[in-house]
């Protein structure tokens, strides 16, 4: 058993090229190693979000607080609560990031998993046009 503990870990500006908006990373790796699992805690401003981009493996999001909108390229924009969890299979096309309301807190698990990134999410896309 390996306990990290977030306050050990210093969150980072999320990069500007794969986010719109707002939001600070922390980054907790190697939170395991077979399979290779990775966590990020994810601070979103109101409205930032993440550009679209898919991961190779699944990743899991559970939303600490706030609101989560979160999209599969060609569905609807999807709202997620505090203690809802959203997986993303390998390969899907998405984004997620907060509301416009407030701002949102999720957790990122990324089992085996590397992160492909596309374009930024427009105004339209974000608001589900
Ligand atoms: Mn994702």
Excluded at 19 to 45: I, L
Excluded at 59 to 83: F, I, K, N, T, Y
Excluded at 88 to 93: P, S
């Amino acid at each position: 058993m390996r306990l990290l503990r977030l306050g050990d870990l210093r969150p980072a500006p999320a990069d500007p090229a794969t986010f719109t908006g707002a939001a600070q990373v922390t980054r907790m790796p190697a939170v395991a190693e077979e399979p290779a699992v990775n966590a990020y805690r994810v601070a979103f401003e109101p409205r930032a979000r993440t550009a679209w981009h898919a991961h190779s493996g699944l990743q899991l999001l559970v939303v600490l607080s706030g609101r989560c909108r979160v999209q599969r390229e060609g569905e609807p924009v999807q709202v997620a609560a505090v203690g809802d969890v959203v997986s993303i299979a390998a390969g899907e096309r998405h984004w997620h990031g907060a509301g416009p309301d407030g701002p949102m807190v999720h957790l990122a698990i990324n089992v085996d998993s590397a992160t492909t990134w596309f374009g930024k999410v427009s105004e339209p896309e974000y608001e589900g046009d």
